[in-house]
Every structure is written in C-alpha cells, then in structure tokens.
C-alpha cells in the first residue's frame, strides 16, 4: 500500500532529509576523522583522511606531545585545547586515558604537539568539507 | 626518529595528502598536486629556517 504525500509537502520532506543527512555527516565527521565523508559515500577520501589524521595523531604522542586539558583560564592553553580536541575521540580517548602526558625536555616535544595541532585543525577542515558535500555545494 | 628534518617531511606529506584530497578530485590532478605541496612544503620549510638561522631565538 502506498503512502501518498500532497504535492506541496514534498520539498518539505526532502528538506528535513537533507538537514538530517546534513548533521549527521557532520557529526560523524567531527567524531571520527573521515567517517563523515563515509556515509556521504566517499570512500577514497574517507580512508585518506582517516589514515593521515589518526596517523599524525599518533605520531604526536608517539613523540611525547602533551595533550591539554579542557581548561578556559588563558587564551592559548584554550586555543591548544580547542585545536587538539578538533581530533575527536582520538583526543577524548587518549584524554581519558591519561596519554600525552607530555615530555617538555624531550627532543621532540614541539615537533609532537604541532602534530598533535595540525591533526586536530585539519580535521575540522575535513568537517567543512563534508558539510559543503552534502549540501550539494561539492562533488 | 629523532631526525628534525624526516619529521618535517613526515608532515609535510601527510598535511599534502589531506589538501590534496580536500581539493582535487582526478587520480592524475592528485598526484602532481601532492608532489608539488610536498616539495612547496619542504623547501620553503628549509628556506625558513635558513633564513632563521642568525636570529638569537
């Protein structure tokens, strides 16, 4: 049995759709890197940016970077903390956990915390990217 | 792998590979854009520090 539907509420629904489909891939993409561009059916880029941005993650506290915590007291321990938790739950996860204790004498330390940064800030570009997908903005 | 400059090209490759996907979408247009922001990448990043060199910080 079919279920009809006026003509006039026909936008409406597709509307809702994409809105739903809109903030889930959002959301998928902030959680995860790349899980976004997944349920938009991007696999190539969905496997690209899964595999870089965990990988540059990993290799950030490989390296002995420090991770900050949720703190608001000064404005760059809350910019550090807003680019690192911009991995998602890989941050939430190793937070949790209590990794990225963070070595400061460590020959690496700066080097592991820009990757820790840049991880956290290009996966929110990855975020963008799939907002601008599936609204239709991009292929 | 405590050698600065492998890390630096580590990162370069992997930010390179992110950009690339964000904004190219032939297999062909990819790679010749990598290549070329993985090379933008490591030499203005050598050319910095050179230039960097004589500063007391």
């Known amino acids: 049995m079919e279920t009809e539907q006026l003509p006039q509420e026909v936008p409406r629904i597709q509307a809702e759709a994409g809105v739903l489909k809109t ?3 959002c959301v998928a993409a902030v959680l995860i890197p790349g899980l976004g561009h ?3 059916q991007k696999w190539d880029r969905a496997i690209v940016f899964l595999v870089s941005i965990s990988l540059m993650f990993a290799l950030g506290l490989r390296l002995q970077a420090r ?6 007291s000064d404005l760059f321990s809350t910019l550090k903390f807003l680019a690192e938790a911009g991995s998602g739950i890989l941050y939430w996860v190793c937070w949790l956990r209590g990794l990225g204790v963070g070595e400061p004498s460590a020959y690496t330390y700066d080097f592991a915390n820009v990757f820790i940064y840049v991880a956290g800030l290009l996966n929110m570009l990855v975020v963008v990217d799939a907002f601008d997908i599936a609204m239709g903005r991009k292929q | 792998m405590t050698s600065h400059f492998l890390l630096m090209v580590i990162f370069c490759a992997l930010v390179s590979l992110v950009f690339t996907f964000l904004t190219k979408y032939g297999t062909r247009e990819r790679i010749r854009y990598f290549f070329f922001l993985l090379g933008a990448y490591v030499l203005i990043s050598v050319v ?10």
């Open chain 1, 23 to 25: 903030t889930t891939a």
């Open chain 1, 38 to 40: 997944a349920f938009l």
């Open chain 1, 67 to 72: 991770l900050f915590n949720p703190e608001f």
């Open chain 2, 48 to 57: 910095a520090g050179w230039l960097m060199y004589p500063f007391p910080f």
